[in-house]
Nanobody, 121 residues
Framework: QVQLVESGGGLVQPGGSLRLSCAAS????????MGWYRQAPGKQRELVAA???????NYADSVKGRFTISRDNAKNTVYLQMNSLKPEDTAVYYC???????????????WGQGTQVTVSS
């Protein structure tokens, strides 16, 4: 079994910063891409940022220049540094990872439980 455990959400004022973390644990041979998605009330879940095992990154246009995704492969952990936060960034943020189980050649898709980020004065 694999678990993704997120932390770092909370309430922040507009213009503030938060750092989200997501640690993967369990039966893992390797982790391919990792990423962060978010879902605001009444909206579909959307990709915020993603990072490959080699460090290539991809961002939603709405967060470019404000958010930075990074990962520590030794710790099976992905981070999302969020700066200059806006009220429209308010959402539940979900960690996602493509993980290769030991002894396999395929990838399984896993999600974290979600962490609430609220940007409000």
């Amino acid at each position: 079994q694999v678990q993704l455990v997120e932390s770092g959400g909370g309430l922040v004022q507009p213009g503030g910063s938060l750092r989200l973390s997501c640690a993967a644990s369990g039966s893992i041979f390797s982790i391919n891409a990792m990423g962060w998605y978010r879902q605001a009330p009444g909206k579909q879940r959307e990709l915020v940022a993603a990072i490959t095992s080699g460090g290539s990154t991809n961002y939603a246009d709405s967060v470019k220049g404000r958010f930075t995704i990074s990962r520590d492969n030794a710790k099976n952990t992905v981070y999302l540094q969020m700066n200059s936060l806006k009220p429209e960034d308010t959402a539940v943020y979900y960690c996602n990872a493509l993980i290769q189980p030991p002894g396999s050649t395929w990838l399984n898709n896993y999600w974290g439980q979600g962490t609430q980020v609220t940007v409000s004065s």
